[in-house]
Structure formats: structure tokens, C-alpha cells
């Protein structure tokens, strides 16, 4: 294995499969088999999740009301989509453990970065819930702090894409995917990875992200196996 610690980053919108908003019990069990997969490997997994599932399909109420307020419900959002990933996983049989940024001691461990990693020691998955437990921030941003905190080896960004390319493939029929980018090529072409925050915060730890897509059977087991799929973003 190429890796030996992951930080898997899964977008809420990702959870949804091909419903309009919410959760897609098959998906999410889709990608406990994949993450079981490479635990049983040895590899080690720490998870950010969002909340765009649940987050935009409350949005509307949301509308006029404070930003802080909003990124509240959102930060929530990710607690609800943690807690269906942490039993999907248990499902499969595999331990795991949901922190969160924000308190919700009835409900999950708060977010304390030595218990994570020991955790992860031990075999544990860990679900990384509330984002950074701050509004104005993503769930990129999260995952990229968190990752550093647990000094993850890579940041495996699983979206429904199959990497970077040169322009919106699902816009433009001529795009061409790249194998492997710099973070300042990224930034000079004005390529959207993650948000700002996130992506430099990457950049100025030298933090590698591979962007793939998730939604392939066995390809999380691909790109922990060092396998060139999706597109890798180093120095
Ligand atoms: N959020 C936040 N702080 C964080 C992470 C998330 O306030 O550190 C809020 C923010 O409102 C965001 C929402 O939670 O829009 C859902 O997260 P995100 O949009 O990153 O989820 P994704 O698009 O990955 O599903």
C-alpha cells in the first residue's frame, strides 16, 4: 500500500446517490464496503463528510437568515450524515468512531486530535463531524486541517468526477483530465479543487490531495494501492 494513514473527504451531495436531497441507504453501504476494504489492507481512515445533502435542501429556509446561523445548521447537517456513515460502517462490521467539532456529548466523542489518532492506531475509522466547528469554513477546509492535525499521509478527495481537467467535463466535451498538477498550476489556471481557504492551507503544509471518483467500486482500494487513477495535486 502506498498509504499507511487516509484522510477520505466525502461530500453530503455525494451521500445522496441519485436522489435530490438526503440519504441513499445503498450508496452509503456501497462506500462502507469500500472503506472496509482498505482498513482490512491496514490502512488507516479518518473521514470529513459534508452536509450539502441535507444543508441545501433546508437552504430555502434558510434564506434571509443570519450566516452564522445558516453555517450552524449546516455544521449540523454533517453531524446527521456522520452518524449514518458511522452506521453503515458498523454494519459492515467495521469499528468506528464519530468526533465532532461541535458538543454533542449524548451523541458522539468530542473532537480531541490524541484519542483520534489513537483510535486510528487501533484500527478505528474516525468520522470527523461539524466541519471545523466554526461558520465562514467548509468541510474542505475541515478536512484539510484535520488532516494535517492527524498527520495523514494524503487527502483523498472522492467526488463523482474522475480527477481534474482542464474544464468542466460535464460542460465541455473537450476537457482533458490531468494525471498529476502542481498546487501553484492549480492556482495560475484558475482550477477549482477545493475553496481557497482549504487548498492553500493544503499547499502550505505539502499536504497532497487526490481527487477521484468515489463512485467506482474499488477505486479507493486503487488510489491507496498507488494506483494512478484521478488526478494527484503535490508541490
Ligand atoms: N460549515 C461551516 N463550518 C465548517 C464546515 C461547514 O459553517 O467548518 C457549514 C457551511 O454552512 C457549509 C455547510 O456546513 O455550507 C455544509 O458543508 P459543505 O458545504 O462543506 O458540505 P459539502 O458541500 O461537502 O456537502
Known sequence: MKYKRILLKLSGEALMGNRQYGIDPARLSEYANDIKEITEKGIEVAIVIGGGN?????????NGMDRVQGD???????????????????????????????HIEQVAEPFI????MRHLEKGRVVIFGGGT?????????AAVLRAIEIEADVILKGTRVDGIYTADPEKDSKAIKFDHIT????LRKGLKVMDTTAFTLS?????PIIV?????KGNLLKVVSGENIG???NL
Open 72 to 102: 450552524h445548521m449546516g455544521m449540523l447537517a454533517t453531524v446527521i450524515n456522520g452518524l449514518a456513515l458511522q452506521s453503515a460502517l458498523e454494519n459492515a462490521d467495521v469499528p468506528t468512531r464519530l468526533q465532532t467539532a461541535i
Open 183 to 186: 498546487f501553484d498550476d492549480v
Open 212 to 216: 477521484f471518483d468515489m463512485n467506482k
Open 133 to 141: 466547528g466554526n461558520p465562514y469554513f467548509t468541510t474542505d477546509s
Open 113 to 116: 486530535r490524541r484519542k483520534a
Open 231 to 233: 488526478t494527484k495535486v
Open 203 to 207: 499547499q502550505e503544509n505539502e499536504l
Open 54 to 62: 441535507i444543508f441545501r435542501g433546508v437552504a430555502g429556509a434558510s
